[in-house]
Structure formats: C-alpha cells, structure tokens
C-alpha cells in the first residue's frame, strides 16, 4: 500500500503507474487527476477521479463502459480478466458456476448489451451470485440514460474500494 503523503509527491508516470489500473483499462483518469494534488484523503482522491470521468465527452464514457468484463463472461472464461475484475468476480462465486448458471448469465449479457450497449456493471464484493443475478434482471427494465448513470454509480462503488486496498490515509 501506498500512503497519502507519497502518493501526493508523484510526479504524473509514477501516479499514473500505481492508480491508472483502478479505473478499468482507463489510466486516463488517473492522469486526469493528477494535477488536483495535493489530495486530503481518499475520498478526495476519489471525487477527483470520479470528476474527470464524469466531465469526459459521452463516446469517451461510452468506450470507458465497455471496457468492462462481461459478468462470469467469455473473458473470465479465458482467464484475461484483469486482476481486480478476477478478484472481486471470484468474491462472488461467478468463477465457479454449473453449467445452467453460467448460461442463464450468458443470456443476461446478451440481452443487456443489447438494450444498453455496454455490458451490465455491479459491485459485486459483499453479493452473492442470487442477488446480482436478481439486479441484473432488475435493471434491464430500466430507461437508457438512467442505467448508464447507475453504471457509472458502480463504478464508483468499484473504484472506490479499489483505492482502499491501495492507498492508506
């Protein structure tokens, strides 16, 4: 881990290194935080980055939203999640599912991505495989807009606790 005081001394490559892996496969935002230094706390930190996703052009958050795994999809099948995606997936038991279960989350990608055109994102840690499965039912009825500000609320959920295992107060 990494503390505050030292991560406020980076120079941008060093920042970008350690904290460009927390917003899946988008070091643009950590390099887009950077310059808000000296930060006062990991929810400082956190707004900071979550500032500069938000304030990004709607393509560049559409191509953020899919950069996103598909849930127990055919990237965790093949084993090129990245780390945390692996990780927080395996917390939820979708690593290891019977064959029924894993088909009736291929059914759940498809027809998500097909209304929303990003695949389904959820915090996962904490859930079990029912209840996440049980909200990806759920939001599929939602309205467009209103599912990619809920996706974009788990994103925060995600990255958020992915600068707690990183950086110490």
Known sequence: MTDLATLNRMDAPA???LLGP?????PWVARG?????PFTGIA????????VLRAAPAETRRAFLNGH??????EARARTLT???ASEQGSAGLDRMEAADAAAFDRLNAAYRARFGFPFII??????????RSVFEARLGQ?????????????????????ERLITP
């Open 15 to 17: 920042f970008e290194a």
């Open 22 to 26: 927390v917003f899946e496969h988008a």
């Open 33 to 37: 935080a950077w310059a808000r230094r």
């Open 44 to 51: 400082d930190l956190h707004a900071a980055m979550m500032a």
């Open 69 to 74: 795994p598909e849930l127990a999809g055919p």
């Open 83 to 85: 780390a945390d995606s």
């Open 123 to 132: 915090a996962v840690r904490g859930r079990g495989r029912a209840e996440i």
């Open 143 to 163: 309205d467009p807009d209103a599912e990619e500000a809920t996706a974009l609320g788990e994103v925060a959920q995600i990255t958020r606790m992915r600068l």
